[in-house]
């Protein structure tokens, strides 16, 4: 897990996560450390296993994006 690169969008949600909600942000790195060890445990290819801990940071960060922008129609 340490080596994972997180793209910038991400890696900016969660630090806006770990300053204004950080019991969130916990959640997130131990619901991804799970993830990364579940793809260790179901043997996947070393090329896909840091998919499933980055999509669940993902997933654990929607709740801090704006909210969407709605154009008067």
Same mark, same amino acid.
């Given at each position: 897990?340490?080596a994972?690169?997180?793209?910038? %969008? +991400?890696?900016? @949600?969660?630090?806006?996560? @770990?300053?204004? @909600? &950080?019991?969130?942000?916990?959640h #997130?790195l131990?619901? #991804?450390? /799970?993830?990364? $060890?579940?793809?260790?445990?179901?043997? +996947? &290819?070393?090329?896909? @296993?840091?998919?499933? &801990?980055?999509?669940? #940071?993902? /997933?654990? $960060?929607?709740?801090? #994006? &704006?909210p %969407?922008?709605r154009?008067?129609?």
């Amino acid at each position: 897990m340490a080596a994972l690169t997180l793209p910038a %969008p +991400l890696l900016m @949600r969660l630090t806006v996560l @770990r300053d204004q @909600r &950080p019991a969130m942000f916990q959640h #997130a790195l131990r619901t #991804a450390m /799970i993830a990364g $060890t579940l793809a260790q445990r179901l043997k +996947l &290819p070393p090329a896909e @296993r840091p998919a499933l &801990p980055l999509g669940h #940071a993902c /997933i654990n $960060t929607v709740s801090t #994006a &704006p909210p %969407p922008v709605r154009c008067a129609t």
